[in-house]
């Protein structure tokens, strides 16, 4: 059975992977003009903020390896 701590783990993304993220809507943001554009930065920002979220997740994961 799948423990709840297994599915957070598997669930959770790393810095890094927000970070990619966050670019992929910039990218997008720049392909864009008006409200649409306006939308993907916001989203990418929301990615970034993730991203610092992660890497406080990340360097505990590494901790208690």
Request: glycine residues 4%; contains cysteine.
């Amino acid at each position: 059975m799948l423990h709840l701590s297994d599915l957070s783990q598997t669930l959770m993304m790393g810095s890094a992977e927000c970070l990619e993220r966050a670019v992929e809507m910039d990218r997008r943001a720049a392909e864009c003009n008006g409200s649409f554009r306006e939308s993907f930065l916001r989203i990418a920002k929301a990615w970034r903020r993730a991203s610092r979220t992660a890497s406080y997740q990340d360097g505990w994961f590494a901790l208690n390896k």
